[in-house]
């Protein structure tokens, strides 16, 4: 998809929470991400709210940054008002303000189809008795 | 960790949401959770506020059909006060209604160490351009 040497930028875009240590989590998530990804990615994090950075200013420092490739991963379990509007409505505002760059934005996080299985991974190995 | 035929069971506990669709997604995520795990399983779900059925209900129905050991998975991504504190103080509750039931509880799906594979996979497959 790439036809330049222009680094690939991530955004793990998060809803925000008034309790510090959850957008903490996000953040330190962000990190485990661009370490599974490696080298040759940029990869930020940020809130729709509630918290900082917004999606849009952290979009703004991805191209500042250099990228020309942003793909959003909306990281919401379920598809409500802010994964079917308020996103689709920030992501359509950063491409008119950035024409140059292609920002796309995947599935949000809860429709994966690997979840079940996942969660099943998770039943058998319970944390507390 | 079983020592008898009885079935175990599975709740799946998300917050729950204003929006019905969004309580259907964790209804159905359930259902292929039970097909992921395999005949044998009972597997249902329940929501903290907001939506039916209750955490308490939900654990009341799976113990009257025959569970006596219950693995309860909070569907959150962040540790906030619901899982910190509200799930908690409810399977504390639920012990002590069915002293006979061994209910335990997973970490929260957030901190699953996979999440970061599973974020990196999907931004392999945007969904829009």
């Known amino acids: 998809m790439r036809t330049d040497n222009s680094p690939q930028a991530v955004l793990l875009a998060a809803h925000g929470s008034r309790v510090t240590e959850s957008n ?17 990615w940029l990869v930020s994090h940020a809130f729709l709210e509630l918290a900082r950075p917004s999606i849009p200013d952290a979009i703004d420092v ?4 250099g990228a020309r490739h942003v793909v959003l991963v909306p990281y919401f379990l379920s598809a409500g008002r802010h994964v079917s509007t308020d996103i689709p409505a ?3 505002a950063a491409r008119k303000r950035h024409p140059g760059v292609e920002i796309e934005t995947t599935g949000h996080f809860g429709a994966q ?6 969660l099943a ?9």
Chains 1, 2 share one sequence.
């Open 121 to 129: 991974a998770m039943v058998s190995t319970p944390a507390t008795g």
């Open 24 to 40: 903490e989590e996000i953040e330190a998530l962000a990190g485990r991400l661009a370490a599974a990804l490696g080298p040759g």
């Open 113 to 118: 189809e690997t979840l079940p299985k996942l």
């Open 90 to 92: 920030i992501v359509a």
């Open 62 to 65: 991805l191209v500042h940054d």
